[in-house]
Every structure is written in structure tokens, then in C-alpha cells.
């Protein structure tokens, strides 16, 4: 099997965070259709945009992620911060689609995606896998070449 390529960097990040940025971003995917409200993918979409795109610290998840990683006494683990920067940008496409397709009324289309985005989160969350690394490997990748 090919060997996984993540994009890499000098800054490093928090991985007891990111997981916790993880935990987040799959309830507020569910409250979304819980409550049938567009609100929590918006939030999250403002969220992955600050993690993705800027250089800013302090997304909402992220300050949340940090009190309870304080609450709960996590240890700092410090991780590779570009991979993380990549599944954010991807989180941003995926919530995007959450969010308009279900102001379009594609109730079904937008469970779908938003099933997709659960799924890559619970495994950052529970095992500490990153989907986004197997995706650079396989299709970003391959375009570079």
C-alpha cells in the first residue's frame, strides 16, 4: 500500500485540542438537525473558516476546546499544525454543502455530507485518525505530480 503523506509544517498545535475541536464539530452538526436549524452548521462554518483561513487562535471551538481541555487537565500533546490547517479547509467544503443544501430543502443530500463530516470527525475524535491525509495522499497529491 502507498506509504500516507501529510502536508507538513514548523508550527505545531495542540492534538488534545483538535480532537476536542472534533468532539464540537459533531455535536453541532447533530444540533443542526436536532433542532432543524441552519444556525449550528453557520456557526461551524464561521468556526472551520477562522481555523482554516486566518491566522487567528481563537475560533469558538477552539476557545471552548481549551476550557475544557483546562476542566478535564489534558496534556499538551503537540502535533504537525498542517495537516490540521487541510482537514479545517476541508471541514469548511463539507459544512458549506451542509448548510446550503439544507436551506435548499435537500434535507437528504445535507444528512448525507453532514454524515461524511460526522464520520471524519469521530475518527479524529475516538482514534485519532485524520481522513484529511489520506485524502492529500490520493487526490492532492497526485495533482502536484
Known amino acids: 500500500m502507498k506509504q500516507i503523506v501529510c502536508p507538513i509544517s514548523n508550527e505545531q498545535v495542540n492534538e488534545s485540542l483538535t480532537r476536542l475541536n472534533a468532539f464540537f464539530t459533531i455535536m453541532l452538526v447533530i444540533a443542526g438537525f436536532v433542532?432543524?436549524?441552519v444556525l449550528f452548521p453557520l456557526v461551524l462554518l464561521a468556526d472551520f473558516y477562522v481555523r482554516a483561513f486566518?491566522?487567528?487562535k481563537f475560533?469558538?471551538?477552539s476557545v471552548a476546546s481549551?476550557?475544557?481541555a483546562r476542566l478535564l487537565n489534558l496534556n499538551n500533546k503537540p502535533t504537525d499544525k498542517a495537516p490540521k490547517i487541510f482537514a479545517a479547509r476541508l471541514g469548511f467544503i463539507m459544512t458549506l454543502m451542509v448548510a446550503t443544501l439544507f436551506l435548499l430543502q435537500l434535507y437528504t443530500a445535507s444528512m448525507i455530507v453532514a454524515?461524511?463530516?460526522i464520520f471524519c470527525a469521530l475518527l479524529e475524535f475516538a482514534f485519532n485518525i485524520c481522513l484529511g491525509c489520506i485524502i492529500y495522499t490520493f487526490l492532492v497529491l497526485p495533482l502536484y505530480k
Open 115 to 117: 454524515g461524511v463530516l
Open 66 to 68: 481549551a476550557g475544557l
Open 59 to 61: 475560533s469558538p471551538l
Open 54 to 56: 486566518t491566522k487567528s
Open 35 to 37: 433542532f432543524n436549524s
